[in-house]
């Protein structure tokens, strides 16, 4: 088959490799000049299988209200004249409760399994490196509370078959002695020793140079402006090239939307609505300046809900989320506070070890759903296939979601328990809304 996939991002990019490998002719078409340039440039870096709670849950709203006011909370709803964040916030409320959380969790983690058993594959297949480092996840905190709070939510995800021990502070600091500075504030943490790291923008350009070599085209520099439609198929995307300013229709047999955020609002034009809002994040990259000191385990600080990864001789802080639209600006008041509120923690937990005077700053829009499970599958258009809407776990979630979509096109039904879509029966949650 002839397949034009949109968007070289992760989820893209691992989509074209895995069609490539079931001998499909691939063009791939991105607004930028190479893969990984928009969300999943500077991600947490976190292979994340075992921690992947949705944010939806029966707490949830309490503390959503809490943090409305503040500029420096983790997560920051700014309401909007805007219908579909709207329709995303109350889908959002909708899936806080016990049944939603375990329905999606069940999801998440079967995904979560695919996917980290497809990475391996794919590595093994290819000996991409991309500063992976397999030594687990520590999620560490600095109240009692929020470490019993952490011991239930292991003790629920145990039920799940995800296997995340609870630690004394004495036992954090045997997986990660470079907390040894910050003992005194850390109450204990939680561990999941399988779970693993990695540079995702690194990852996806080194599998499109190795998609080049296998033959697929690129269409770098082209923004996906519109579709052409014939009964319930597609039959043309208009592309417009940046470099000549001329448009053309690309045609293929089938297509993908890999674009992200930018899913949402490109297939409205096509009638398809899918439910996925844009949620700003923001993340520091700093060269260390004493590497010996600086930790290797990738660690989540729970009382400012950061991420800390390390990738080679430099340390990525990532985190918050703004649901405020598409703006990907970085110069706006509040993006400087997120921005700061990064470095200044770090600073905090590991004083001298990064040189935090020339931060990297950058911020990308996580393709968020109210449930945090991808759309996966066909749409209700026969020829036009969905893989978008990763949220937090895109990276987490990228290997598997590209293998199991080219399994899906290739008539082929993947083996994991997951409710893709235009699977009626097997969905749990079916979420193409149709027209
Ligand atoms: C701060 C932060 C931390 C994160 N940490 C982690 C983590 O630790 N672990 C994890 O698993 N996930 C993490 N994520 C989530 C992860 O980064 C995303 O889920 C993932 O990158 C989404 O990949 P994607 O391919 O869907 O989107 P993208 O990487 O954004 O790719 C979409 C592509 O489509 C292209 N595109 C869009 N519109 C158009 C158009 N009109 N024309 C042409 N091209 C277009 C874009 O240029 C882009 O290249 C994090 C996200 C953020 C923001």
Known sequence: MKVVVL???????STAWHLLEEGHEVTIVDRQPDAALETSFANGAQISVSFCEPWAHAGAPLKVAKWLLRNDSPLLF???LDPHQWRWGLSFLMQCNDAAFARNVQQLVALGRYSHDSLKRLVARTGIEYHRLERGILHFFSSQADLEA?????ELMRQFGVDRRVLTRDEVLKVEP???GFAANITGGTFTASDESGDARVFTQKLAQLCKARGATFLYEHDIVGFERQGRAVSGVRVGDQLTGQTRTLAADHYVAAMGSFTAPLLRQLGVYLNIYPAKGYSATMRL???????VVSMIDDARKIAISRLGDTIRIAGTAEMAGYDQTLDSATSRVRCEALVRRYEELFPGVADTSEPNFWTGLRPSTPTNIPYIGRSKLANLWLNAGHGTLGWTHGAGSGRALAELMSGRQPELEFGFCGDVEKARTPQVAVA
């Open 289 to 295: 300046k004493e590497p010996q000191r600086a930790s």
């Open 78 to 80: 700014r309401p909007r």
């Open 150 to 154: 952490g011991a239930a939510g292991a």
């Open 7 to 13: 968007g070289a991002g992760i989820i893209g990019i």
């Open 178 to 180: 470079s907390l040894a």
